[in-house]
């Protein structure tokens, strides 16, 4: 897949986030507030097709954007239309989410599932 459009925030974003985490095949990864999904895509490269990304956003506008971009590539990586304040316990478990700030009483919540 070529990457899709840099933009001034999304793509330094994700390019300090790849330099950041200790990425390989096979993770699952959530992005919380995904937005178009630029970080998510290049998060999805570094875990190939054994892995999985889910990008979440409580925005359906944003959530439709980066379907758009992602055009049925990286089958492994979804995008899907959720408030992180209310992940559903039927919400599949996570080994990372780099996105979400350890202050957030939410996130500590995601935090603990990832741990569990």
Do not use: K
Request: proline share 9%; with cysteine; hydrophobic share 40%.
């Amino acid at each position: 897949m070529d990457p899709p459009a840099q933009d001034d925030w999304s793509t330094p974003f994700a390019e300090v986030l790849l330099e950041q985490l200790d990425l390989r095949p096979g993770l699952t990864i959530l992005d919380i507030a995904s937005g178009h999904g630029i970080p998510a895509f290049y998060l999805a490269e570094q875990v190939g097709e054994t892995g999985t990304v889910i990008g979440i956003d409580a925005s359906r506008s944003q959530v439709a954007s980066a379907r758009a971009i992602q055009r049925g590539e990286l089958p492994w990586l979804r995008f899907d239309c959720q408030d992180m304040r209310a992940i559903p316990a039927s919400f599949p478990s996570f080994n990372v989410s780099p996105a979400i700030s350890p202050s957030c009483s939410c996130a500590r919540t995601a935090l603990r599932r990832c741990a569990d």
